[in-house]
């Protein structure tokens, strides 16, 4: 439906596919509907709360206006109504999606949450998501698909509340549209529900419209106030969850209106709830409109949700609230909303607003008319998209809605832009004095003539989404989410550069305006202001050396976008090849999929509807406390056996199947850390589980049998027969992250935070934040700090407290971005876990490792015998990597590392050719070396000492050589001139620039002849002649010839000059090389004229 509402100043548009949205305002309004109304604030809006009229100055280059909703207000209202309703007021998420390939960025609230869409069984909690932004956590997908693990806090909650602002806003006409069906989603055209509104609206209202954004109300980033419920097909537990009737109050006509919020349905086949359900709501209506709004019902707006009401409360509801003239019909090409390819969708509805008022702006809506835009989303997600594009029913029904932060302050604020609030202003103020360009003044279109303003607007609204996404883990890069970041972050520096004039370098100061405007709903902008600053300035320095002539080379190199690339060529008069680029672009794509195939494996996966088969069972939730029990073999029961396709009753032979139990004592991966293996002994033979993995809180036991006679069915015992001899393998790696952490911190500083991990038998992986490479020193320390805390040999505590409990430990280190279950596990080594809980707040819990933790940890860190850290190196911008192994593999490799110091030793004391070939191996060998990183560093130091004494041999021998082939050839020359009689000789050698084998050259014809000699090397490397001459300074043979005077005539053919004399020698270069001939012919003539 799309409804469109309009009084002297503004209009409404509600456009949706099948309805609804929740608005809620302060309780303290209830009995503003008996009061006469309260004067227009500043805004033309009347005031919501009296009591509340906080006026903000706001300004605008010279200007400055005071705001009665300034964008804090309009947030506040919203979180303290929710958190009196009793809801929880729950931390914004980061916008890189977690653990989803399917999602470059979070875009949309409803994302994070998949599973809980899916979630069939109904909690008593509420839930308020307070976003900041139109982005989520992606780690909730599982509660929407029905994977969620039941203790996960999230797979508790039963309603979302995210942000559904409601304030005091005028209206007086409603235009609806529904959804008509649409081929390309599979669903088939609504009839009943478009021939109710239909019923009502002159046939020029229905408009074909979907969404379309209009520019100067879009963000890259922008903040979403959203609500969402989860109806888990009964309709009665939305009277649990809303707590119905909620108010909503409505400016009419300058009057104020008390309305009632109903659940009604205008899709009939969508959700089928009990008619006494449906009874209670027309008791409802229909007292209301008795006792609560008499003659003012013409002009009030209901917003209706899809709950499966029935059609004669359907029709009760258009007919009393919606005029003739209100709907607009539109189909689901936008009114269909999904959040990628695959995973939960539904019909959404969106609101839209008029920003003039007093006219008919039906023909506006979705049509990139700035002045009618969308500020609110409603979606009724009710199907899961398969990865064969087909649509599922998922287990449970939501209503979710979402209302634009940066545009409904626009609205409140009277201003025909978001980017003129207090939203956007401080940061316009910041980028004037950073770049000196003229004041904002909000013009667009044809008036920024010179595209200063809209340069304003691009870099702020970029330094706002940049900043946020490096806060929250992602980096520019080339490749997916980060080659988005890049574009965005270069496009900002241009508009920058060229068209406000900036310096390079301006952008990242822009950093710290917004960590003021919003790190106080934004924390994690303070905590990584610095690193946000050092990426973002790292890729402004990079971004000026761009500058092959290849597209593609710029893409794939350099992650210069295309987009860029075809701008500025066009500029110039130039085009794009972008058909080439486009082959190299799927080419690159083609091989990194193949890449990608090869690492990529199968096993037996659990999807939303094998959880709720479960759960329709009775099965509950499967119990693994059993898995921190160690060496003891463990009992329990069948419950279910999955083939990845159906569930079966029992199982013959070695097909591959996952086994669901009561009770386990099995590690499922999670958190990093690898499964358990070993074997399910029973009357039926063994079973071998190579592969353990939870879905909704289901451990399934993936493997297969030894021999093909073997069977066993559901409710057969069985005995869980763990691998602990791997297991011990995996606990010291495991405890031995914790340890890492620690040290980094310890060695680099508090912004280390960890992006990452793989704890595996063999070795353990750690990825964490850092903007630059670790240094060789830095992780000579970190490595000892970890071997100092093995040697200490600390006790490992492990206890379950309750997430908020857990959180206040001082120093508790956790996973950015991770959802932790409630309990929660707290691991703490050298200090048991009830000190912390008992003082949390004590210093001293900074200075050691406690972490949230569910995986199997060793007891004592004796356990872990030796620590080597092997490896440290980049992966993304600002992420580093540490390598590093414990036990018997972290021995041998101090071990090598010993044997390979004592061969460089060895090599140091030998020269010549043997010291090479060593300095060859061992470089070789070093290289390949599983050693720790920071004595592989000292190794590489030591060898490369050896290869510069190889190189300076080399270049002595060279040298020598060099020497003795122009002494040879200047010897000979003087031979033959002094049989012929000549007091002089004029050589040639080839020994290119080297001025040392010419000089003693020279030197040694006047030692061993006793004659004037002049010799010549040409370079033509360097284009370059030398010259050297020598005249004895003993005798009366060549008195009459000066040797300066001698090289200057021989160096003019040559254009180039010399110098010296003292000691009989002179030597000068020329760069004429062609005529080299010439000057050894005046040479020669020249000193035959002096000694004649």
């Not at 279109?445 to 940049?466: F, N, Q, S, W």
């Amino acid at each position: 439906m799309r409804v469109l509402r309009n009084s002297w100043r503004w209009r409404w548009a509600i456009s949706s596919s099948l309805a609804g949205h929740h608005p809620f305002l302060p309780s303290a309004l209830t009995a503003a509907a008996a009061s006469p109304p309260p004067p227009l604030g500043r805004c033309g809006f009347g005031s919501v709360d009296n009591s509340y009229r906080c006026l903000e100055t706001v300004v605008m280059g010279s200007q400055s206006t005071e705001v009665e909703w300034p964008a804090n207000r309009v947030r506040d209202t919203f979180i303290s109504y929710f958190e009196d309703k009793k809801h929880v007021n729950w931390k914004s998420s980061p916008v890189v999606p977690l653990n989803d390939p399917t999602l470059l960025f979070v875009t949309l609230v409803r994302s994070p949450l998949p599973s809980l869409l899916h979630t069939p069984t109904p909690t008593p909690h509420l839930l308020l998501f307070f976003y900041n932004s139109a982005y989520c956590m992606n780690q909730f997908k599982p509660i929407f698909l029905g994977t969620v693990d039941p203790s996960n806090p999230l797979g508790k909650l039963k309603t979302c509340l995210q942000h559904p602002e409601v304030y005091n806003l005028p209206a007086d006409r409603i235009y609806a549209t529904y959804f008509g069906g649409d081929e390309n989603s599979g669903l088939a055209a609504d009839n009943e529900a478009r021939d109710i509104w239909l019923k009502f609206l002159p046939p020029g209202r229905v408009l074909p419209f979907g969404c379309k954004v209009c520019f100067l109300s879009t963000s890259t980033f922008s903040a979403i106030l959203s609500y969402v419920s989860s109806l888990y097909s009964r309709f009665s537990s939305i009277f649990a969850m809303t707590g119905i009737p909620k108010l909503l109050y409505l400016g009419i006509r300058g009057r104020f209106t008390l309305v009632q919020l109903v659940l009604s349905s205008i899709s009939l086949s969508l959700f089928k709830v009990l008619v006494g359900v449906a009874n209670k709501i027309g008791k409802l209506m229909r007292s209301f409109l008795r006792e609560g709004v008499g003659e003012g019902k013409k002009d009030l707006l209901i917003i209706v949700d899809v709950v499966s009401l029935s059609e004669d409360i359907c029709g009760l509801v258009f007919r009393t609230y919606l005029g003739r003239e209100c709907c607009l019909a539109c189909d689901g090409t936008d009114n269909f909303w999904e959040m990628g390819d695959t995973g939960p969708c539904g019909p959404c509805t969106e609101i839209h607003f008029d920003r003039i008022g007093n006219r008919d702006a039906a023909s506006l809506v979705n049509n990139d008319d700035p002045t009618c835009i969308e500020i609110w989303n409603l979606v009724f997600i009710q199907f899961n998209r398969e990865g064969d594009s087909s649509l599922k029913p998922l287990p449970a029904k939501h209503v979710d809605t979402g209302l634009g932060f940066e545009r409904l302050t626009s609205i409140l604020q009277n201003k025909m832009s978001n980017y003129d609030t207090d939203v956007f202003l401080p940061i316009f103020d910041a980028i004037e004095q950073a770049t000196g360009a003229p004041p904002y003044s909000g013009k667009v279109g044809p008036e920024d003539a010179d595209k200063v303003d809209m340069a304003y607007r691009v870099v702020a609204d970029h330094i706002r989404t940049l900043s946020i996404a490096i806060a929250d883990g992602s980096c520019p890069g080339n490749e997916g989410r980060e080659y988005v970041l890049r574009r965005i972050l270069r496009r900002a520096v241009r508009y920058g550069t060229e068209v406000l004039k900036a310096q390079p370098g301006f952008f990242n100061g822009l950093v710290k305006v917004v960590v003021q405007v919003m790190g106080d709903v934004f924390p994690e902008l303070r905590q990584h202001e610095v690193h946000i600053r050092d990426i973002i300035a790292e890729e402004e320095a990079s971004f000026g050396k761009t500058l092959l002539n290849d597209a593609f080379i710029l893409w794939d190199t350099y992650g210069f976008p295309l987009d860029l690339t075809q701008l500025m060529a066009e500029e110039r008069g130039l085009e794009v090849d972008t058909e080439g680029f486009n082959i190299a672009m799927n080419e690159a794509r083609e091989r990194s999929r193949n890449a990608q195939n090869k690492q990529t494996g199968g096993t037996i996966l659990m999807d939303a509807d094998a959880i709720s088969a479960l759960h329709k069972r009775g099965i509950v939730a499967t119990n693994d406390s059993f898995k921190f029990t160690w060496f003891q073999d463990h009992s329990s029961v069948i419950k279910a056996i999955y083939t990845g396709r159906e569930f079966l009753d029992s199982v013959v032979g070695c097909d591959e199947v996952g086994v669901i139990l009561e009770t386990t004592s099995f590690y499922a991966e999670q958190g990093g850390q690898i499964f358990d293996t070993g074997s399910l002994q029973g009357p039926f033979g063994s079973f071998k589980v190579c592969d353990v993995q939870i879905y909704g809180g289901f451990v399934v036991h993936i493997g297969s049998f030894g021999g093909g006679t073997d069977k066993f069915s559901v409710g057969a015992e069985v005995v869980c027969k763990v691998d602990y001899d791997r297991r011990k393998l995996i606990a010291p790696n495991h405890t031995c992250t914790h340890m890492l952490n620690f040290a980094l911190r310890e060695v680099l500083g508090n912004h280390v935070d960890q992006k990452g991990s793989i704890v595996l038998p063999e070795k353990l992986r750690f990825d964490f934040s850092h903007g630059k490479p670790v240094k060789p020193d830095e992780l000579r320390k970190i490595e000892s700090i970890v071997t100092e805390q093995i040697k200490a040999e600390l006790d490992v505590f492990a206890k379950e407290a309750t997430l908020t409990d857990a959180k206040g430990i001082k120093g508790l280190r956790a996973v950015f971005g991770e959802v932790y279950p409630d309990p929660v596990r707290v691991v703490s080594i050298g200090q048991k876990v009830e000190d912390l809980l008992a003082d949390p707040e004590n210093d001293k819990w900074s200075s050691i490792s406690a972490e949230l933790c569910g995986g199997t940890h060793i007891s004592n860190t004796r356990e872990a015998k030796a620590f080597a850290l092997l490896s440290e190196e980049g992966i993304a911008k600002g992420i580093r990597r540490i390598t590093a192994v414990t036990t018997d593999c972290a021995f041998k490799a101090l071990e090598l590392a010993l044997s390979l110091e004592q061969d460089v030793n060895e090599a140091s004391k030998t020269e010549g050719s043997l010291l090479e070939q060593k300095v060859t191996s061992l470089n070789s060998r070093v290289e390949s070396a599983s050693i720790p990183s920071a004595k592989k560093a000292d190794l590489k130091a030591k060898i490369s000492v050896l290869q510069n004494q190889v190189i300076k041999a080399k270049k002595k021998i060279a040298e020598e050589r060099y020497i003795q082939k122009a002494v040879e050839a200047a010897l000979e020359m003087a031979e033959v001139a002094t049989s012929d009689g000549k007091a002089f000789c004029i050589s040639r050698v080839n020994v290119g620039s080297d001025t040392t084998a010419i000089r003693e050259a020279v030197v040694r014809v006047m030692e061993q002849k006793g004659m004037a000699v002049m010799v010549f090397s040409m370079d033509e490397t360097v284009n370059k002649v030398l010259v050297c001459a020598g005249v004895p300074e003993k005798g009366d043979k060549c008195k009459q010839l000066k040797v300066l005077d001698w090289l200057v005539a021989a160096l003019k053919p040559l254009k180039g000059k010399g110098g010296g004399g003292k000691g009989g020698l002179a030597q000068g270069q020329g760069t004429n090389m062609s005529h080299v001939e010439d000057a050894m012919e005046v040479a020669t003539s020249f000193a035959a004229m002096k000694l004649s």
